[in-house]
């Protein structure tokens, strides 16, 4: 399980807002955010398995993130979905961003995966089982797992319990940072912070060679900031990322 929360167009001058908690194997290396050059100048952490990412920014202020989607059908994935990431954060915005990933998706095959693109302008999610839908999301709080978002969930024969209960938690985080009354985009994404750190909510995840592997806070507006945890939120400090941009 992978976690994407988004408040995208709520907060006066950050328009992207970001809490993420990635889900791996506690084996499998990668690297901590850091600026780099795929195309464009991106900030994002890197899979040092397959030399792609689950999550990022750009120059131009486009958030791309990824997580695995749970299906019933054994999909042939002879191209990384972290590669898929890291080729969208070399556009301008969502919109040709998504469209690449449309042409990609018949290019290449990949395993399941919800991709979500967000800039000041759209915020699209990508939801691949084996044939491509495309959601433009309405201004507000989103949240992403593998099962789905929003309400909107497919759950998986081969994993009913699992994915009832991730629907569950999502239903429950998305309620949970709904914006209070005056809250700013800072407050927002310490709050954001914190939920997902907390056991309550299950999307920060401790298993038998597998779990929460980091998360990551990112804001994009005016300003812009990430701030990184190498480890499970719940036991690793959020540490804001050098070389941003």
Do not use: K
């Not at 992207?16 to 850091?34: G, H, K």
């Not at 967000?118 to 699209?124: L, T």
């Not at 480890?231 to 959020?238: D, L, M, T, V």
């Amino acid at each position: 399980m992978c976690t994407i929360v988004l408040a995208w167009q709520v907060f006066d001058g950050t328009p992207v807002a970001v809490a993420a908690n990635r889900d791996e194997r506690l084996d499998r290396p990668s690297q901590p955010p850091q600026q780099r050059h795929w195309g464009s100048r991106v900030v994002a952490p890197a899979d040092e398995e397959a030399d792609g990412t689950w999550i990022g920014y750009n120059e131009h202020g486009l958030l791309a993130a990824v997580t695995n989607r749970w299906v019933d059908t054994d999909l042939a994935g002879d191209r990384s979905r972290g590669l898929l990431v890291r080729d969208t954060l070399s556009h301008e915005s969502a919109e040709p961003a998504a469209r690449a990933v449309e042409q990609a998706t018949r290019e290449a095959e990949y395993e399941g995966f919800n991709l979500l693109l967000a800039d000041e302008n759209a915020a699209v999610l990508l939801e691949w089982d084996g044939q491509l839908a495309v959601r433009n999301f309405q201004p507000g709080v989103h949240v992403v797992v593998n099962v789905g978002a929003d309400g909107d969930y497919r759950i998986p024969a081969r994993r009913p319990d699992a994915g009832e209960e991730q629907a569950t938690n999502a239903t429950r985080l998305r309620e949970a940072l709904v914006p209070e009354p005056g809250e700013s985009a800072d407050d927002w994404i310490d709050r954001a912070g914190e939920t997902i750190s907390d056991h309550e909510y299950g999307v920060c995840v401790h298993g038998d060679g597998f779990g929460t592997r980091s998360s990551s806070l990112i804001a994009l507006g005016s300003d812009r900031e990430y701030r990184y945890a190498d480890g499970p939120p719940c036991r690793a400090p959020y540490r804001p990322v050098e070389g941003q941009i």
